[in-house]
């Protein structure tokens, strides 16, 4: 009975959002802004790129890190 879910492809860098209709998931398309949208929750929004964009800015210090744990 789930009637929508979200999945993070993160090595695609790529967000999947699933909803149900009619007994079956069909993956939503971003909006023009590049937006997910929930049909089910209003205001329920993911902006894709500043996503990504925030991932790769953590993923970058924590490389950084790791590769000099002294600091």
């Known amino acids: 009975g789930v009637r929508e ?3 993070w ?3 695609e860098e ?3 959002w699933y909803v149900l209709e ?3 998931y069909r ?3 971003p909006d023009g802004a590049g937006c997910l949208r929930s049909p089910f929750f209003p205001g329920l929004v993911l902006d894709v ?3 990504f ?3 790769q800015c953590c993923r970058h210090v924590l490389e950084s ?3 000099n744990p002294t600091g």
């Open 14 to 16: 790529e967000f999947r």
């Open 22 to 24: 009619e007994g079956d």
């Open 5 to 7: 879910y979200l999945v």
């Open 49 to 51: 790129s500043a996503v």
């Open 65 to 67: 890190a790791i590769a």
């Open 9 to 11: 492809v993160v090595l």
């Open 27 to 29: 993956q939503q398309e």
């Open 53 to 55: 964009t925030r991932y």
